[in-house]
């Protein structure tokens, strides 16, 4: 097995560093928003992770050529859908640019007026509470304001492709039995 050294010294380096990004394996979400004149906007996203516990914050990213740029920056609110496996049609609907995402998409407006996709396993409804420059992106600091959870596969997003989780069993062997530890431990603390 080959190892790829990235030392950003070519055009071929942000490739790799791509792909190297790739091996991180993340959930898939639709991040949605509605404009002050009612335009409903939403978009795939699998840069969302969980920033806070108290306060509640999470954080997703932008790219700052993205066409919904500015309705997201100007709303002030925003919703985090997360996909399970049986909506995997959604990721790719909401990549793709088209003149009204929702017309066909299941959903309602939530309580601080983003679009929330129904049958979705996780939301978050969530006020902008900052939004970071950061290279190429926009980083969206958000305060979760409500959130809702149901019982579902999530879908994954690794090595540039879709997929499902599968449970490894409890009893396979660890490589390294003191970051298992630390893992189990703050899980539990959680």
Do not use: Y
Not at 16 to 44: I, N, Q, Y
Not at 113 to 124: K, N, Q, S, V
Request: glycine share 6%.
């Amino acid at each position: 097995m080959s190892e790829h050294v990235i030392d950003f010294r070519s055009s071929d380096d942000h490739g790799h560093f791509r792909r190297a990004l790739g091996r991180f394996a993340t959930g898939v979400t639709v991040v949605t928003t509605r404009t002050a004149d009612g335009k409903l906007e939403g978009l795939t996203a699998n840069s969302f992770s969980s920033v806070s516990l108290d306060p509640p914050l999470v954080l997703w990213s932008l790219r700052r050529q993205a066409p919904s740029l500015a309705n997201f920056t100007m709303a002030g609110h925003f919703a985090v859908n997360v996909l399970g496996t049986h909506q995997k049609h959604l990721c790719r609907h909401f990549a793709t640019p088209q003149p009204d995402k929702f017309e066909t998409v299941a959903h309602r407006i939530g309580d601080h007026g983003a679009p929330l996709i129904e049958e979705a396993i996780a939301r978050f409804e969530c006020r902008t509470e900052q939004i970071i420059e950061a290279g190429d992106h926009l980083i969206f600091l958000g305060r979760v304001l409500r959130a809702a959870h149901r019982d579902g596969e999530p879908l994954i997003f690794a090595t540039g492709a879709l997929c499902s989780a599968a449970t490894l069993p409890a009893d396979a062997p660890a490589h390294d039995s003191t970051a298992n530890n630390a893992f189990a431990n703050r899980e539990r603390a959680s």
